[in-house]
């Protein structure tokens, strides 16, 4: 009875000793009981951790993925306030920078207007021209067309001079510089540079003018079947131009008209092959050029004209011409493909040999 009121007020283990003892063991207290008297000791025993619940292996993931995360955005926030951002060696002045924003903000404006200017109104017919306000009737004579044609002709000179114009832009419009044919008149056109015709000297005051031999006679004899444009290169002073052209034909009698370097017929010292702008049949159409040789299927090089020199190229040419109005031919352009190659052969040899092959008589000067 005794020891088990012992047992419930200071212990949970009873032990039994030999020699009579009894060791009650209460957390850190013992109770010793010899015969009729108590001891209690006290035994120091180390703290005892509380044991922590290891974590699952899915909420170890989860905290060292958020732990890798925070220490990547500490990162991210230490590295702009470590590192000072570098100068770049090619950054300008503020003054430059400013200055080329406003040139570059200019030119978008202007080409807006510009623009914008070129296509007012452009299309219109003339009953609708008639049919504008005031206001836009002065837009359209004083800026709008003035605009336009200052613009072209600028565009139009550097497609002459810069092949390079027509392959980014397409050819450009094709405009007629000769009055369209009358009805039941030639059927051939003949276009002559003046200097595969004559020799101009500028030693003196007024141009002394050479023809080459049997130039009368050939444009005697031609201008009853052709029309007969006498082209004036860039070469020639333009006040000149009417009085040479009277030396040539005093009476009037043998060109159709003249052709000027405006017109555009030739484009970098080479006849076109925009034979749209004779407003005649390019099978029809006949040049006869000084220049350097070039290959052009209306052409033929007589070469330039020298006064120490004394060909008759004109009239042995004269009766291959006749003979193609007098045959009717369709097409001069194959004809003229016999008497092209000068690099191998020379032109009066080649004349000769088609003579001789189409049977055509030689004319004698008269």
Known sequence: MILNKVARCYGKQIGFFSNGRIQITKQNQSLYLVGTKRFFTTQQQPPQTPKQEEPNSKQKNT????????????????????????????????????????????????????????????????????????????????????????????????????????????????????????????????????????????????????????????????????????????NIPQNKIEQLNFKIDTNGKYFTGLLYPETGLKERNQFTKKLEMLDRDPSKVIFIDAASPYQHPNVINIGKFKSNSKDRLLVELLPILENFTKKNIEDVRPEIAQFQDIQNKSLSKMLEDYTSTKGINHRQKK
């Open 63 to 234: 905290e060292d993925k958020k732990t890798e995360e925070n220490e990547k955005e500490n990162e991210d926030e230490e590295k702009p306030q470590e590192e000072e951002p570098k100068k770049s060696k090619y950054s300008l002045p503020p003054a430059v920078t400013a200055v080329t924003s406003t040139f570059f903000l200019g030119v978008i404006v202007a080409s807006t207007f510009g623009y914008i200017t070129y296509n007012f109104k452009k299309d219109i017919s003339e009953e609708e021209r008639y049919r504008l306000n005031s206001i836009e009737s002065a837009v359209y004579e004083k800026i709008a067309e003035p605009f336009r044609e200052f613009f072209d002709n600028i565009f139009e000179n550097l497609r002459t001079k810069y092949e390079f114009f027509d392959m980014l832009f397409g050819p450009g419009k094709i405009h007629k510089i000769i009055p369209p044919p009358l009805p039941g008149g030639k059927k051939y056109t003949l276009v002559i540079d003046i200097d595969a015709l004559t020799e101009i000297t500028k030693t003196s005051k007024y141009p002394t003018l050479y023809k080459r031999a049997g130039l009368d006679f050939f444009l005697e004899n031609l201008r009853k079947d052709y029309e007969i444009y006498l082209y004036f290169n860039a």
